[in-house]
C-alpha cells in the first residue's frame, strides 16, 4: 500500500462525515489530544481520525495543510502516549484541490486502553464518554489476531501465500473451496464495511510485505548465527515474511548450519541432530503463535554452537509458568490464529507442542527444553552440547518390549541417568506434578524394573535398576533396598581413575554424610564398627561412593583449569568417572557461575579457563 492511496477515503477523495467510526480533527490539534481520541476509537470500535478538515473549507493557498505533519512522527507519539499500548497506521491523503488531510486508522484495542492523562474513556460516535468497569470487562478478552484493520482489503493478501496455506490445508474440509470461500471457512476473511476484509490472522498467515509493514510490522524475526557461545554474532538475517514462509527460511538457517551423529541400534540407525527439526520447528510455531503481537518487539533466534535461543515477546500466558508447562492447561494468547494453524495441521489442538519438545530430546538423550521468564518475553533454550547415545540405544530398545515409554517415565529415566538418584520431591518437581500424585508413577516404574528405591526412612531415594545401569553402561550400584541400613554401598566393579597429585586432596576430602575410612569390597562384607555410630542420613546414600561428590567434581574441574591452564570435557571425565552429559552440565555450571570460561565450540573442541 502506497502512502497517496486514497481508497479508504474515497476513490473521489470525498471525506467520510464524522460518525461512529470516524472522527474529525482541526490540524492545530495537539499529540494529547489526538492520542485521547485515537485511545476513544480503539476503545469503541477502531476507525479513521482525519487531522486537518477544517482547512478544506478555506481558500487555497491560504492556510497551510496537514502536509507538514510526518506520519512516522505521529505515530510515534499516539504509541509513547498511549503507554506503548496502541499502535496506529498514519497516511497522508490529497484530495481534490491539493490540500493534504492526515488520515490516522486506529485498530479496535484488543483490551480497553487509558488516554494520556490516566482516563478510560470511548468514542460514541459524537463524544468521547467515560467507560465504566462493567463495560470494560468484555474487551479485555478480545483475540487481536481477529481485529480487521480499517484500512484492510483483499489486496494485502498475497495469492502465492494463500495457495501455501491451500497446500499446508490440504487435510482440511475447505481445502477444495474457491480461494475466498477458503479463506472465508478459516475465519480470516469476515464481511466489514460493505466488503470482504482480512482480519490480522490473514495478514499474519498470507499477507504482502508491504501489508505487513503497515499493519505488523512486529511479526518479523531476526535470526543470529554465532560461531561461539558468547554474544558476538556472525551473521544476521531479518525476516519479515507470512508465518509459513518464516518458517521455511528458518528451517534453511538452522539445517544449514545443523550436524547429526549416527546412533546404530540392531539393524537401524537412529540419526540424532544437533537440533532436531521437529523440536525446533514446534518452538517455533509455538512462538509464531503465542507471542504478544501488541507489543512492538521482534521475536529473535539466535543459534550458537551449543544451543538454540528463542525469544519471544509477551511471556507465557497468564498462569503458565516454566514449572508447570506441562501439566497447565493450554492457553491461546491468540486463539483465531491458533485455530488456523491447527486446522492446517501445523499445530496441535491439545496444546502438546511442548510435551513433544520435551519427548523428542529426552529420547535423543539430552536435557529437556530450558523456559527463562521475564516481565514482558520468555527465552526458550534448547541444548546440544552433545548426548548419551546408550540411553537413545536403551529407549529404543525398551519401546520394543513396553509398546511406548509416556514422557513421565522419560522424565524420571533421563533425570536419573544424569544424576544417578533423586528424591521423591525432586523427581515430582521435574514432573511438574504435587509430591502425592508420584507413588503410582514411581511404583509402576518399580514393576518394569525400571527404577529401585534406596535408602530407608524419610531418606528413601531412586536410582536407576541394575538392568537399567547395565543397558547405559554405568557402574553397578546395588540398591539399599536390598542392603542393611547400616551397610555401606559398596565400590564399583570398575576401579576409579586416580585424580592427578595437584588436586589429590581434594577428592581425598570426604562428604559429611559419608563414612572416613576403608570401605568394603562387597556388600556382604560386615560394616566397619564405626559405621553404627554415624548418622541414618549416610544410609540413603545410593551414588557410587568411591568417586567424587558433586562438589568434589566442580573442585576437581576448577584445579584442572588452574594447573593446565584450562579444562576439557574428557578431562574432567577421565578424572572422576563421569560420562559426557555429566561433565557438560559440571563446567556449565561453572560457567553459568562465572568462574570458568568457555572456548570453542562443541564438546570435543570447547575447552575452559579460569576467569580472570
Given at each position: 500500500?502506497?502512502?497517496?492511496?486514497?481508497?479508504?477515503?474515497?476513490?473521489?477523495?470525498?471525506?467520510?462525515?464524522?460518525?461512529?467510526?470516524?472522527?474529525?480533527?482541526?490540524?492545530?490539534?495537539?499529540?494529547?489530544?489526538?492520542?485521547?481520541?485515537?485511545v476513544?476509537?480503539?476503545?469503541?470500535?477502531?476507525?479513521?481520525?482525519?487531522?486537518?478538515?477544517?482547512?478544506?473549507?478555506?481558500?487555497p493557498?491560504?492556510?497551510?495543510?496537514?502536509?507538514?505533519?510526518?506520519?512516522?512522527?505521529?505515530?510515534?507519539?499516539?504509541?509513547?502516549?498511549?503507554?506503548?499500548?496502541?499502535?496506529v497506521?498514519?497516511q497522508?491523503?490529497?484530495?481534490?484541490?491539493?490540500?493534504?488531510?492526515?488520515?490516522?486508522?486506529?485498530?479496535?484495542?484488543?483490551?480497553?486502553?487509558a488516554?494520556?492523562?490516566?482516563?478510560?474513556?470511548?468514542?460514541?460516535?459524537?463524544?468521547?464518554?467515560?467507560?465504566?468497569?462493567?463495560?470494560?470487562?468484555?474487551?479485555?478478552?478480545?483475540?487481536?489476531?481477529?481485529?480487521?484493520p480499517?484500512?484492510?482489503?483483499?489486496?494485502?493478501?498475497?495469492?502465492?501465500?494463500?495457495?501455501?496455506?491451500?497446500?499446508l490445508?490440504?487435510?482440511?474440509?475447505?481445502?477444495?473451496?474457491?480461494?475466498?470461500?477458503?479463506?472465508?471457512?478459516?475465519?480470516?476473511?469476515?464481511?466489514?464495511?460493505?466488503?470482504?476484509?482480512?482480519?490480522?490472522?490473514?495478514?499474519?498467515?498470507?499477507?504482502?510485505?508491504?501489508a505487513?509493514?503497515?499493519?505488523?510490522?512486529?511479526?518479523?524475526?531476526c535470526?543470529?548465527?554465532?560461531?561461539?557461545?558468547?554474544?558476538?554474532?556472525?551473521?544476521?538475517?531479518?525476516?519479515?515474511?507470512?508465518?509459513?514462509?518464516?518458517?521455511?527460511?528458518?528451517?534453511?538457517?538452522?539445517?544449514?548450519?545443523?550436524?547429526?551423529?549416527?546412533?546404530?541400534?540392531?539393524?537401524?540407525?537412529?540419526e540424532?541432530?544437533?537440533?532436531?527439526?521437529?523440536?525446533?520447528?514446534?518452538?517455533?510455531?509455538?512462538?509464531l503463535?503465542?507471542?504478544?503481537?501488541?507489543?512492538?518487539?521482534?521475536?529473535?533466534?539466535?543459534?550458537?554452537?551449543?544451543?538454540?535461543?528463542?525469544m519471544?515477546?509477551?511471556?507465557?500466558?497468564?498462569?503458565?509458568?516454566?514449572?508447570?508447562?506441562?501439566?497447565?492447561?493450554?492457553?491461546?494468547?491468540?486463539?483465531?490464529?491458533?485455530?488456523?494453524?491447527?486446522?492446517?495441521?501445523?499445530?496441535?489442538?491439545?496444546?502438546?507442542?511442548?510435551?513433544?519438545?520435551?519427548?523428542?530430546?529426552?529420547?535423543?538423550?539430552?536435557?529437556?527444553?530450558?523456559?527463562?521468564?521475564?516481565?514482558?518475553?520468555?527465552?526458550?533454550?534448547?541444548?546440544?552440547?552433545?548426548?548419551?547415545?546408550?540411553?537413545?540405544?536403551?529407549?529404543?530398545?525398551?519401546?520394543?518390549?513396553?509398546?511406548?515409554?509416556s514422557?513421565?517415565?522419560?522424565?524420571?529415566?533421563?533425570?536419573l541417568?544424569?544424576?544417578?538418584?533423586a528424591?521423591?520431591?525432586?523427581?515430582?518437581?521435574?514432573?511438574?506434578?504435587?509430591?502425592?500424585?508420584?507413588?503410582?508413577?514411581?511404583?509402576?516404574?518399580?514393576?518394569?524394573?525400571?527404577?529401585?528405591?534406596?535408602?530407608?526412612?524419610?531418606?528413601?531415594?531412586?536410582?536407576?535398576?541394575?538392568?537399567?545401569?547395565?543397558?547405559?553402561?554405568?557402574?553397578?550400584?546395588?540398591?539399599?533396598?536390598?542392603?542393611?541400613?547400616?551397610?555401606?554401598?559398596?565400590?564399583?566393579?570398575?576401579?576409579?581413575?586416580?585424580?592427578?597429585?595437584?588436586?589429590?586432596?581434594?577428592?581425598?576430602?570426604?562428604?559429611?554424610?559419608?563414612?572416613?575410612?576403608?570401605?568394603?569390597?562387597?556388600?556382604t562384607?560386615?560394616?566397619?564398627?564405626?559405621?553404627?555410630?554415624?548418622?541414618?542420613?549416610?544410609?540413603?546414600?545410593?551414588?557410587?561412593?568411591?568417586?567424587?561428590?558433586?562438589?568434589?567434581?566442580?573442585?576437581?574441574?576448577?584445579?584442572?583449569?588452574?594447573?593446565?591452564?584450562?579444562?576439557?570435557?574428557?578431562?574432567?571425565?577421565?578424572?572422576?568417572?563421569?560420562?559426557?552429559?555429566?561433565?557438560?552440565?559440571?563446567?556449565?555450571?561453572?560457567?553459568?557461575?562465572?568462574?570458568?570460561?568457555?572456548?570453542?565450540?562443541?564438546?570435543?573442541?570447547?575447552?575452559?579457563?579460569?576467569?580472570?
Amino acid at each position: 500500500m502506497t502512502l497517496d492511496a486514497a481508497d479508504a477515503i474515497s476513490p473521489l477523495g470525498v471525506l467520510p462525515p464524522a460518525g461512529p467510526t470516524c472522527i474529525h480533527l482541526p490540524l492545530n490539534v495537539s499529540p494529547e489530544e489526538l492520542a485521547r481520541y485515537a485511545v476513544g476509537l480503539a476503545n469503541a470500535r477502531g476507525g479513521t481520525v482525519l487531522v486537518g478538515v477544517d482547512v478544506l473549507d478555506l481558500p487555497p493557498g491560504t492556510v497551510r495543510d496537514a502536509g507538514e505533519l510526518h506520519p512516522l512522527m505521529v505515530t510515534h507519539a499516539i504509541f509513547e502516549l498511549s503507554g506503548g499500548r496502541l499502535t496506529v497506521n498514519v497516511q497522508h491523503h490529497r484530495l481534490p484541490g491539493g490540500a493534504r488531510v492526515l488520515a490516522v486508522f486506529v485498530p479496535q484495542g484488543p483490551y480497553v486502553l487509558a488516554a494520556p492523562d490516566g482516563s478510560v474513556i470511548a468514542w460514541d460516535g459524537a463524544h468521547l464518554v467515560p467507560v465504566t468497569p462493567g463495560e470494560a470487562e468484555p474487551v479485555a478478552d478480545q483475540d487481536f489476531t481477529a481485529v480487521v484493520p480499517p484500512d484492510a482489503s483483499l489486496a494485502d493478501l498475497d495469492p502465492a501465500e494463500v495457495a501455501r496455506l491451500r497446500g499446508l490445508g490440504r487435510r482440511a474440509s475447505a481445502s477444495n473451496l474457491p480461494d475466498l470461500d477458503f479463506l472465508q471457512e478459516l475465519g480470516l476473511l469476515v464481511p466489514s464495511g460493505g466488503a470482504l476484509r482480512p482480519t490480522l490472522a490473514a495478514i499474519l498467515l498470507a499477507g504482502t510485505p508491504a501489508a505487513l509493514r503497515a499493519h505488523v510490522p512486529q511479526a518479523e524475526v531476526c535470526f543470529y548465527h554465532h560461531h561461539t557461545p558468547d554474544v558476538e554474532f556472525q551473521f544476521r538475517e531479518d525476516l519479515l515474511r507470512p508465518i509459513p514462509a518464516l518458517l521455511t527460511r528458518l528451517a534453511e538457517l538452522i539445517q544449514a548450519r545443523n550436524r547429526f551423529t549416527p546412533v546404530q541400534v540392531g539393524l537401524f540407525r537412529i540419526e540424532v541432530w544437533d537440533q532436531d527439526e521437529a523440536v525446533y520447528r514446534e518452538a517455533l510455531l509455538n512462538a509464531l503463535t503465542h507471542r504478544d503481537y501488541r507489543l512492538r518487539d521482534a521475536v529473535h533466534v539466535h543459534h550458537f554452537p551449543d544451543r538454540l535461543e528463542i525469544m519471544n515477546p509477551g511471556g507465557l500466558p497468564g498462569g503458565i509458568t516454566p514449572g508447570n508447562i506441562l501439566r497447565h492447561q493450554p492457553k491461546r494468547r491468540n486463539p483465531l490464529l491458533a485455530e488456523v494453524l491447527a486446522r492446517l495441521g501445523l499445530v496441535e489442538r491439545a496444546g502438546v507442542g511442548v510435551d513433544k519438545m520435551y519427548s523428542l530430546m529426552l529420547r535423543h538423550g539430552k536435557e529437556p527444553p530450558e523456559f527463562t521468564t521475564y516481565p514482558d518475553s520468555v527465552t526458550l533454550a534448547l541444548h546440544s552440547p552433545g548426548f548419551d547415545a546408550e540411553f537413545v540405544r536403551f529407549v529404543a530398545r525398551k519401546q520394543e518390549d513396553m509398546q511406548t515409554l509416556s514422557l513421565d517415565v522419560l522424565i524420571v529415566l533421563s533425570l536419573l541417568a544424569r544424576e544417578g538418584e533423586a528424591t521423591r520431591a525432586a523427581l515430582a518437581r521435574a514432573l511438574q506434578l504435587p509430591e502425592d500424585r508420584t507413588p503410582r508413577l514411581l511404583r509402576g516404574m518399580e514393576d518394569h524394573g525400571l527404577i529401585v528405591k534406596a535408602g530407608v526412612g524419610r531418606g528413601i531415594a531412586y536410582v536407576l535398576s541394575d538392568e537399567v545401569r547395565r543397558a547405559l553402561g554405568r557402574e553397578r550400584v546395588v540398591p539399599a533396598a536390598q542392603t542393611p541400613p547400616e551397610a555401606v554401598v559398596p565400590a564399583p566393579e570398575v576401579a576409579p581413575t586416580t585424580p592427578s597429585p595437584a588436586y589429590q586432596g581434594l577428592a581425598d576430602q570426604e562428604p559429611a554424610d559419608t563414612v572416613s575410612g576403608a570401605r568394603p569390597a562387597s556388600v556382604t562384607s560386615p560394616p566397619p564398627p564405626q559405621a553404627a555410630g554415624r548418622p541414618k542420613r549416610a544410609a540413603r546414600a545410593p551414588r557410587d561412593e568411591s568417586g567424587p561428590s558433586a562438589a568434589e567434581v566442580r573442585a576437581i574441574a576448577l584445579a584442572l583449569a588452574r594447573e593446565r591452564g584450562r579444562v576439557r570435557n574428557v578431562d574432567l571425565r577421565e578424572a572422576c568417572g563421569l560420562n559426557t552429559q555429566q561433565a557438560w552440565r559440571t563446567l556449565r555450571r561453572l560457567v553459568q557461575d562465572g568462574l570458568l570460561r568457555k572456548l570453542g565450540s562443541g564438546t570435543r573442541d570447547a575447552a575452559y579457563e579460569l576467569r580472570a
